[in-house]
């Protein structure tokens, strides 16, 4: 079947028939008009504006992250400062901010399956939970629930953004222009559990502050949040059940905070509380590094 | 303990939870089991077919191409109707909320649908044409739907099977074909080429594909050296 008595006059064929040059052109012919292009420039139009929107969630997202940060930091200067309404006024200006963004992102998903885009916005969305959430602690010493959260993501167009807009239409439709978000409800766990992680570096430099009820409070709050979540155990998702880990260790260290004020705190003069403490958690982190 | 600690009690772990109920860890159970269950008689239907098909790689099989595609597309009403069940599984405006689920079998499903065609017309399948084999929609406003990168996905695992194709109808004696699969999977590379593909799963996809044009180039090489190209199909043999 090899045919080599074929093979006499191949020098000759082969450039008849397949000269690299012609090959080229009946490529070039091929990518003007036929079928099979037309359809394949139509998905590449397709792909680019997936993706396109997929980039601008992710920038939106950082965005969203890297604010929700910048207010947790800012909460957690409450212990040591002593106007702690300047900054709950101030991280709720931030927390607007956050949530400008967020608008943006309920605009972008309009029309849209969100969960085809959930990768590029979840991680935003958990830090901004993070930070509602601890905020609505500090505020009431008390969960904030997932409903809560995303009342707060309902966005109706503003009078000026209507002007710059669309110029043209009247503020009639526009009332009708509203855009919502919903947190998931896994969003909402990971950024609960991430809270939990806050709360133990509250109780912390709390303690630094001689301040002694806080810690037995905040290790309160974390038991009930740790025995929800043990209550879903590995039914639910995956991540879950990875922050469930984390928030054992973060629930050990305000244990062991209270513990040791509970045993030692009437001994020490409450200035050198901070000094008992630290020492403690240098150890507990020794113990982590090596299990 | 604390004086403090009268804020949240049950009540907490209500809330904690209460975000469960609507992420029902029972209700989501019972929807992915039904979801695998489905996609699981899909896979055995893909491989069925797929087993039908695959009788053209062996040198007998050229011959019936076309009664294994009739073949073929009467399996493809059990996909039809299979698939139909999986859109009852779950609420219609969470396709991407278990997207990964089907995406494996309805990326087989997208190739076994390109190669029947192709047998048939030795065209390029279109979303569309895919879709109503297999019964379901092409855009996403409609419904269930061909999600756009697992149709190139199932096109790109067609390539490499067309490469196959064009080694093995050598060994049948049909010299003509593989010609015809170079220019088509050169038409093919090039409209692959008008795309901009994120460094995904696709792109890796995508980069395979050219080993598989390289492949049949060097099909086609070997044809001509031998000037097998000239003649018509089966008389290679004889010689």
Redesign the interface.
Known sequence: ??????????RK??HD??PHGQ?RE??EN??SS????I???S??L???T??DKYERLVKLSRDITIESKRTIFLLHRITSSPNREEILNESEVKLDAVRQKIKQVAQELTGE????F?RAISPGLQEYVEAVSFQYFIK????I??EEINKQLVFTLDEKEETTNTPSSNSHNKQQHTWSLKV???D??LG?ADLTGELMRLCISSVGNGDI??P??LS??LR??Y???T??GN??PYEVSKKLYTLKQSLAKVENACYTLKVRGSEIPKHMLADVFSTKADMMDREEGLS | ?????G???G???A??????H??P?HVL?VRLQEIRKVVQTLEQTAREILTLLQGVHQGAGFQDIPKKCQKAREHFGAVKTQLASLKTKFPA?????F?EHWRFVLQRLVFLAAFVVYLETE??V??EAVAEILGIEAD?EKGFHLD??DY?SGILTFASELSRLAVNSV?A?DYSRPLRIS?FI???D???R?????NDSLRKRYDGLKYDVKKIEEV??DL???????ETSGA??E?
């Open positions: 079947m090899s045919g080599k008595e074929g093979s006499g006059g191949f064929r082969k028939n397949f090959r009946d490529k091929v990518t036929s079928a099979l292009m359809s394949f420039k998905f590449q397709e792909l680019d997936r993706h399956d969100m969960y085809q959930h009431t010493h008390s969960l629930s997932a998931t409800p896994v909402y766990l609960v009820d806080t037995f409070e309160q709050f009930q949040i025995d929800g979540f209550y879903i039914t639910g | 303990m604390t004086s403090l600690a804020a949240g009690e009540h907490l772990i809330r904690v939870c209460s975000a469960l609507h992420l860890t159970h405006d969470q396709y991407y909320r997207h065209t390029l279109t979303r996403r756009i990168e190139l060994t004696g220019t050169n038409e093919l090039s409209g692959f008008l795309l901009n593909l994120k086609v090489y001509s050296i031998r000037g097998l190209n000239k290679g043999g010689k």
